[in-house]
């Protein structure tokens, strides 16, 4: 079925599974909503893919992203709204808008402009988007304004901070942010100590908030990307917890029946294989 391998049979394959008349039923009880998460979880399996560095494996995970996009722009041809090639019309003319560095003479914007370096070509970049914000009948003016509230928590922190810092509302380095770090540590243990839990969990979730807020803060000062450096974490904890359980069946006893002194020992077990410890 070679016509099935370009966009267009990518295209004809969703169509007819979202066909009423012998489709799949599975597609067809979707709507944007129930597809989100899965737009969104496709997403992190591309940046999981690049970070292994497995090519590989970004090919099919960028073609499970591309479907995301097509089951998306097919719901909406099915609703009279807009179809695939619309979504490529206006991502194409986005990137020509936004180019004029590159594109202005040949796109009858004008003479191309440049820019010294990345920095002051991403400010015009900002530029940019505030015009369209404002043809679009936006007026709002904040520095913070077009940061959108459908991205990751943690993602949102750092744009919020990062237009801040614009226009001078920022740390100027990372040791007054560690400070910081420090503060917001205490004042999680001042609420811990106040009493339960569960009377708190509003306050502590306010405090936990603010050193989480800090912590990605501290994260842009370092130029360390946090979603990055959060699946490295979670590898590395993976990865020794299921040492761990090798350990303890190598000894003769799950892991789970251990006391928590014994499964600490198994993790310094790990952390010195790791190492290269011959003490291990």
């Avoid at 807009?82 to 040949?106: C, E, Q, T, Y």
């Avoid at 910081?180 to 106040?194: D, G, S």
């Avoid at 990055?228 to 904890?237: I, M, V, W, Y």
């Amino acid at each position: 079925m070679a016509e099935a391998h370009g966009i267009d049979g990518l295209l004809a394959i969703m169509a007819r599974l979202r066909d009423p008349q012998g489709g799949c039923p599975w597609d067809l009880e979707q709507d944007f909503a129930s597809i989100a998460p899965y737009t969104i979880e496709e997403a992190y399996e591309v940046a999981d893919a690049i970070d292994r560095g497995d090519l590989h494996a970004l090919k099919d995970e960028l073609g499970d992203l591309l479907l995301q996009v097509v089951f998306h722009a097919r719901m909406a041809q099915e609703q009279g709204a807009f179809a695939f090639a619309d979504v490529v019309a206006a991502i194409s003319d986005k990137m020509l808008r936004r180019h004029p560095h590159v594109f202005g003479a040949s796109t009858g914007a004008g003479q191309a402009v440049s820019f010294d370096d990345a920095q002051a070509q991403t400010l015009n970049w900002e530029a940019i988007k505030r015009a369209e914000r404002e043809a679009a009948g936006e007026r709002d003016d904040s520095a913070l304004a077009g940061v959108s509230r459908g991205l990751p928590e943690w993602q949102r922190a750092l744009k919020l901070q990062s237009r801040a810092a614009r226009v001078g509302f920022d740390w100027p380095g990372p040791a007054p942010v560690i400070d910081k770090l420090h503060e917001e540590i205490a004042e999680v243990q001042a609420e811990f100590a106040r009493g339960p839990v569960d009377g708190n969990r509003e306050r502590l979730e306010e405090e936990i908030g603010d050193l989480l807020f800090v912590a990605a803060n501290l994260a842009r000062h370092a130029q360390v990307d946090v979603g990055g450096a959060l699946r490295r974490a979670n590898h590395k904890f993976e990865r020794r917890f299921r040492a761990m359980e090798a350990l303890a069946r190598a000894d003769g006893t799950p892991l789970a029946q251990l006391s928590l002194a014994q499964q600490e020992a198994c993790w310094e077990r790990v952390k010195q294989q790791e190492r290269g410890d011959p003490a291990a």
